[in-house]
């Protein structure tokens, strides 16, 4: 499967087109509309949320609630381009016009790399493509992605660990119990105490024009063993999973199962036993390698976290160089999230929804869901029996 986005943050729409996606596949776009009302919501959105009203749009590959094969197109529109035709308009417009250009790159941002790269100098061409204003249509298309899981009893779930210095405590709880205290707390946090510190933590950044950065997790349930391949650098699970997790706007670190910590630890508290579970299915005595060795899936759950820097889009100013007249100034902004790391938090499972579902459909390649289904039983029925 393979997909393209395209779409700037103040432009009409945003719009994916997937390639690749199985026949007869059920696919329901209120379930994709959950998914886009999940990532809108958190503590520490800011006014732009107020205006969208994300709601995907189906143009294309899907007829009567179901795949057919041909690529998919979704629409997710920008209620926010009524005020912005003028600004964003793909016609050239009169030299008078409000045209917002951008000479002042914001620090942490893409505005100056970009606009020395495609020779802009108005930096706004490049901000409107950078924003993170494109991961609604990501989580569309991790949502469609999510429906292939579903039919091979594979769940993905996502939470927060951390914004700021506030650290939730580890608490071991089934998926489905997941699922039910996030959609419940404001920072998609397991930790109830946590959660309230980190919301304090969001109002005080909040109030002093400064944002927050964090660390997000998300786990697989029901993977069958053998997702990825170890014998070529660019087919190995963990590091598709590792650059669709760094590809998500301000992430800046990726860890699978225990992570960085395997550096401290000898090695006999790393790797994980190999044994035989009550069903005489191989399986592992502990999860540390977060479901994946040798760039394949172990049939543990698999554990992903990333790493999300502060939105550096700031009230409290930084100082910057203005492209004009060369001088320095200090860069502020209007408007901004103070932090969206729970929002990431639904992108993240997203991202990893597609490469588990990329990763799947390799596996038991079909262009129906039934022909993969069949060879996704004939697979299980080798790895009984092995
Ligand atoms: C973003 C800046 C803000 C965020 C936006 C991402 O938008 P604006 O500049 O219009 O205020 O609200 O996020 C979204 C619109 C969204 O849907 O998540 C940025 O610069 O990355």
């Known amino acids: 499967m393979r997909y393209l986005t395209a779409g700037e943050s103040h432009g009409p729409q945003l719009t994916a087109i997937i390639e690749g996606v199985p026949s007869n596949l059920p696919l329901s776009i209120e379930k994709i509309n959950e998914q886009l ?12 949320m107020q205006i969208e009203k994300d709601q995907v749009k189906i143009v294309a590959g899907v007829r009567h609630g179901k795949t057919t094969g041909a690529p998919i197109c979704l629409v997710v529109e920008n209620k926010d381009w009524t005020h912005w035709q003028t600004i964003m308009s793909p016609e050239p417009v009169d030299e008078g016009e409000d045209k917002r250009r951008v000479s002042r790159p914001r620090p942490g941002h893409a505005d100056l790399n970009g606009a020395l790269k495609y020779n802009q100098r108005d930096m706004r061409n490049i901000l409107e493509r950078s924003s993170a204003r494109e991961t609604a249509i990501r989580v569309a298309v991790g949502a469609v992605a999510r429906q292939l899981l579903e039919q091979f009893d594979i769940t993905v779930a996502g939470h927060v660990l951390r914004i700021g210095e506030v650290q939730a405590k580890p608490v071991d709880v089934s998926l489905e119990e997941m699922i039910r205290i996030t959609e419940e707390s404001p920072v998609r946090c397991l930790d109830a105490d946590a959660a309230k510190r980190m919301m304090d933590l969001i109002d005080k950044a909040k109030a002093d024009g400064d944002s927050l950065g964090g660390v997000v997790e998300v786990r697989a ?30 992430f800046k670190g990726v860890e699978i199962g225990i992570g960085f910590e395997a550096a401290a630890r000898p090695g006999s508290q790393v790797h994980d036993e ?99 289904k069949a060879n996704y039983d004939k697979y299980n029925r080798h790895v009984e029996e092995f």
């Open 274 to 372: 190999i044994i035989l579970d009550e069903q005489g299915n191989y399986s592992r005595k502990t999860n540390r390698a977060g479901g994946l060795e040798g760039g394949m899936t172990t049939g543990m759950p698999v554990v992903v976290r990333g790493v999300m820097k502060p939105i550096p889009t700031l009230y409290k100013p930084l100082n910057s160089i203005d492209i004009d007249t060369k001088e320095p100034f200090a860069a502020s902004i209007e408007r901004s999230d103070s932090c969206a790391v729970p929002a990431a938090s639904v992108v993240a499972e997203a991202v990893v929804c597609w490469t588990l579902a990329d990763a799947l459909c390799e596996k038991f390649a079909g262009d129906s869901l039934e022909e993969m």
């Open 37 to 48: 009302l999940r990532r809108m919501k958190g503590h520490g959105r800011g006014r732009r």
């Open 221 to 250: 349930e029901g993977l069958p063993v053998g997702l990825g391949s170890h014998v070529q650098w660019d087919r190995k699970l963990d590091g598709r999973l590792a650059q669709a997790i760094m590809s998500i706007q301000a």
